[in-house]
């Protein structure tokens, strides 16, 4: 065992946490914060469900260990608060079936704005091909999206 | 499966720290990494060696060539205008590879030491992998294939190497640069891979220790034009089944020159020298186009799994190049 103080913020809130280095970002916030918000799909960085953002960025927590993130600033689905534009619009549009793979759904599609990307329906899928629905939703996350892009 | 983790301080430090450890290892983005270790077993290191917050990162141009530190992800050097400017296969490469999240994690250098994506590699319950435990033997040569390699395969080892982004790359002769406690070389990115052979567990030329610190694009000429072409069996977030990266000059309807890189296909990252010697002062059409295809994936060593491959490739290197010389206006895939 090779335990390591982590010094982190997440959601804003500023949290210190001691972990064996082999734990990743995933299972720390869901087993030791008990924000189970974020979802372990493949686990193999493959699914996209664990989607969290480091720094601003989205990645996919199951391949980052979570003393990667310390120093760091982590946004999970419940640092969204409920009520962001695009969780509503998600809501509304009927993005989701089984809700599995939502949260990382929601975190990529509000990178993929702060990206950018949103200029093509085209564009959506291809910057959002990192999110596997199986429920095949997909039309639907395009057209949340598409609307919080404001097209 | 457990490891210690130390935060490098310096390139200085990390090298010592893992040249002294037999079981140490660099850890940039660990989007291969952390995959290996905890998830499929397949690789244990002890130790990790995080350089992913040396000063390490960034891109320069550096003369007639673009230098980018190792650490620098792929989703930087995909956002770089120079990149897009001045090389922009290598952006469409980039961006064709991975996905937005893997693409914010993964880094340059270790985009080029990816392992590869056979089946039977990453999976502990098949024990004949001869590049996981050398001896063994080919579960892949018997077993079913697909994402397998033609070129510089042989019966000890079809496994393929997997980045998009080696390819254009590896067309345009970039330069590896590297240190180690000896202090540093460079490495032509066609000498950095080795050929299976009998050795598949040997994939390239680093010693235990030695950090890939910068990758050297040489620029092509600003009149040739490029393109990266990646057929797959998805249309997105999938990895090639053939890919082409191409560059050429045209001049009065006449091939001056061309850099050609084959991915999907090949055990390393495939330069295609004897289709650029075809392509020389040939003229722009497709009976060269295939004359140089069918030099391209000479002897090829396939499984029935990749039989298709063969003219595959070969079809997706005549696409690229009648985009890139112009027969054709736009990509078609």
Same mark, same amino acid.
């Given at each position: ?6 010094? +982190? +913020? ?53 391949? +980052? ?13 419940? =640092? ?35 990206? =950018?990307?949103?200029? +093509? ?31 | 499966?457990? $490891? ?21 290892? $660099? ?61 922009? $296969? ?24 990816q392992r590869t994506r056979c089946?039977?590699f990453r ?8 590049k ?15 994402m397998h390699a ?7 080892c079809?496994a393929l190497h997997a ?28 000498? $950095? ?6 050795? &598949?567990?040997?994939e ?63 055990t390393? &990252? ?64």
């Open positions: 065992m090779n335990e390591i103080i982590v010094n +982190t +913020t997440i959601n804003g809130r500023r949290e210190q946490l001691r972990v064996d280095a082999s734990v990743t970002l995933l299972d720390a916030l869901r087993d030791r914060l008990g924000l189970t918000g974020t979802k372990k799909g493949c686990d193999q960085g493959a699914c996209g469900a664990c989607t969290v953002h480091l720094d601003g960025r989205r990645v996919v927590s199951c391949l +980052t260990l979570a003393v990667q993130a310390d120093g760091r600033e982590v946004l999970t689905v419940e =640092g969204l608060g409920g009520g962001h534009p695009m969780q509503e619009a998600f809501v509304r549009h009927d993005a989701f079936q089984c809700g599995y793979c939502t949260p990382g759904q929601v975190l990529s599609a509000v990178a993929l704005l702060d990206e =950018g990307r949103a200029g +093509t329906d085209e564009e959506i899928r291809e910057f959002m091909s990192g999110n596997l629905c199986r429920c095949g939703a997909y039309p639907n996350i395009v057209a949340a999206i598409r609307e919080v892009a404001g097209r | 499966m457990t $490891f210690t983790y130390t935060r490098a301080t310096s390139q200085a430090a990390a090298i010592a720290e893992v040249s002294a450890d037999p079981k140490a290892a $660099f850890l940039a983005g660990g989007t291969t990494q952390v995959d290996l270790a905890l998830k499929d077993g397949v690789i244990d290191p002890r130790r990790l060696v995080d350089i992913s917050r040396l000063p390490m990162a960034g891109i320069t141009v550096d003369g007639d060539a673009l230098r980018v530190g190792a650490t620098t992800t792929m989703a930087e050097m995909a956002a770089d205008e120079r990149v897009g400017r001045l090389l922009p $296969f290598v952006r469409e490469a980039l961006l064709l590879g991975a996905s937005p999240q893997l693409r914010n994690m993964a880094t340059i250098g270790g985009n080029l030491l089946r039977y999976d502990l319950a098949e024990a004949r992998c001869n996981r435990t050398p001896g063994t033997g080919c579960a892949a040569v018997e077993g079913v294939a697909r033609i070129l510089g395969a042989s019966p000890s079809i980045s998009d982004l080696a390819v254009p790359l590896t067309a345009l002769g970039s330069i590896v640069h590297l240190r180690s406690g000896g202090g540093p070389r460079t490495v032509p990115l066609t000498e $950095f891979y080795r050929l299976p052979g009998e050795a &598949p567990d040997r390239n030329v680093l010693w235990h220790g030695e950090l890939i610190t910068d990758v050297e694009i040489p620029l092509p000429p600003t009149r040739a034009r490029t393109t990266y072409i990646k057929v797959r069996d998805r249309s997105s977030y999938e990895f090639a089944l053939t890919s082409a990266a191409v560059a050429t000059v045209v001049e009065a309807g006449f091939v001056v020159s061309a850099r050609i890189a084959l991915g999907g296909v090949g390393i &990252p495939w330069r295609a020298w004897e289709a650029e010697d075809v392509l020389r002062d040939a003229p722009v059409n497709d009976e060269s186009f295939r004359a140089a295809a069918n030099a391209a994936i000479h002897r090829p060593f396939t499984v029935p799994g990749t039989e298709f491959k063969v003219e595959l490739a070969k079809r997706t290197l005549v696409r690229a190049l009648r985009i890139t010389t112009g027969l054709v206006a736009e990509p078609t895939s």
